[in-house]
T-cell receptor
Framework: SQQGEEDPQALSIQEGENATMNCSYK?????LQWYRQNSGRGLVHLIL?????REKHSGRLRVTLDTSKKSSSLLITASRAADTASYFC???????????FGEGTQLTVNP | DAGVTQSPTHLIKTRGQQVTLRCSPK?????VSWYQQALGQGPQFIFQ???????QRGNFPDRFSGHQFPNYSSELNVNALLLGDSALYLC??????????????FGPGTRLTVT
């Protein structure tokens, strides 16, 4: 069963705008990870944030984690058409074990 | 440095048949996990192999079985295929022994269609 729920399910923005995706989960976690998937192909790892971290940056990506609310957000700044993809959050309860994915957010960046 | 590789890329099978999918982990990785992703959904964990043993298993029937070889590569076998087994099958590897096991690297997937 899916633990995470992404919000929104779909997001359409113009190039240059920021995109924010949210993820909620149900159980305690060791870490939370965000992945990107282009057109039903393999998953690309974007960023990992541990349960004792609140915010993490990687290039144009910013991830926040609120363990009290069991939620995370992914912000993509200055979006590009190449950012068009599905984005998934995945939780890891005990580090190195199974990942539990949400349903994903489909992001479309219009040129 | 080769990443995670999977074969075949696409596969079409008939209901009732059996299928074997293959995965080679990223160099230096010793743990392999398999996921099933139905169209429009997030991946679902099938099982994980480490030291040639099934370490964890998700909520999948016994028709789904696997194997890990001494070189850490892995196979996923599905017997008595059902239409509902049509999905993208993803393999992920991670370096459990080296302690960097948090991040899992995914292969491109095998698209299985059952007719």
């Amino acid at each position: 069963s899916q633990q995470g729920e992404e919000d929104p399910q779909a997001l359409s923005i113009q190039e240059g705008e920021n995109a924010t995706m949210n993820c909620s989960y149900k159980t305690s976690i060791n870490n939370l990870q965000w992945y990107r998937q282009n057109s039903g192909r393999g998953l690309v790892h974007l960023i990992l944030i541990r349960s004792n971290e609140r915010e993490k940056h990687s290039g144009r990506l910013r991830v926040t984690l609120d363990t009290s609310k069991k939620s995370s957000s992914l912000l993509i700044t200055a979006s590009r058409a190449a950012d068009t993809a599905s984005y998934f959050c995945a939780t890891d309860e005990t580090s190195g074990s199974r990942l539990t994915f949400g349903e994903g957010t489909q992001l479309t960046v219009n040129p | 440095d080769a990443g995670v590789t999977q074969s075949p890329t696409h596969l079409i099978k008939t209901r009732g048949q059996q299928v074997t999918l293959r995965c080679s982990p990223k160099s230096g990785h010793d743990t392999v996990s398999w996921y099933q992703q139905a169209l429009g959904q997030g991946p679902q964990f099938i099982f994980q192999y480490y030291e040639e043993e099934e370490r964890q298993r998700g909520n999948f029937p016994d028709r789904f079985s696997g194997h890990q070889f001494p070189n850490y590569s892995s196979e996923l076998n599905v017997n008595a295929l059902l239409l509902g087994d049509s999905a993208l099958y993803l393999c992920a590897s991670s370096p459990l022994l080296r302690g960097g096991w948090d991040e899992q690297y995914f292969g491109p997937g095998t698209r299985l269609t059952v007719t």
